[in-house]
């Protein structure tokens, strides 16, 4: 499985930007995707996870009600919408695809392959 993340840049506080990660896989959807981020001096932490149907989405306090995880089955892509961005959310985005059970969706261990990242800066 490869993944490939992009959508990254440098924006304003309260700036919008949507990243995707295109998935190469025939199994797409078999998998529960996620996305992490690791900001400068910072360990990797969980952002958003969606589950294989889509129905369930999980999310890190820091960005609830702020950012959206949604994927597309027939692009093979997941996406993430960044909105009300603000400095503390600079970091490299990583993407990720696993299979782990619900209550592991904010671990990074239950992913198996990873994205590239894709670096995202908010200025103040």
């Known amino acids: 499985v490869q993944l490939q993340a992009s959508g990254g840049g440098l924006v304003k506080a309260g700036d919008s930007l949507r990243l995707s990660c295109a998935v190469s896989?025939?199994?797409?959807?078999?998998?529960?995707k996620g996305w992490f981020r690791q900001a400068p001096g910072k360990e990797r932490e969980f952002v958003a996870a969606?589950?294989?149907?889509?129905?369930?989405?999980v999310y890190a306090d820091s960005v609830k009600g702020r950012f959206a995880i949604s994927r597309d089955n027939a692009k093979k892509t997941v996406y993430l919408q960044m909105n009300g961005l603000e400095p503390e959310d600079t970091a490299v985005y990583y993407c990720?695809?696993?299979?782990?059970?619900?209550?592991?969706?904010?671990?990074?261990?239950?992913?198996?392959?990873w994205g590239q990242g894709t670096l995202v800066t908010v200025s103040s």
């Open positions: 896989t025939s199994t797409f959807g078999s998998y529960v």
């Open positions: 969606i589950s294989q149907n889509g129905g369930t989405t």
């Open positions: 990720a695809v696993g299979r782990p059970i619900l209550s592991y969706y904010r671990s990074a261990e239950g992913y198996t392959s």
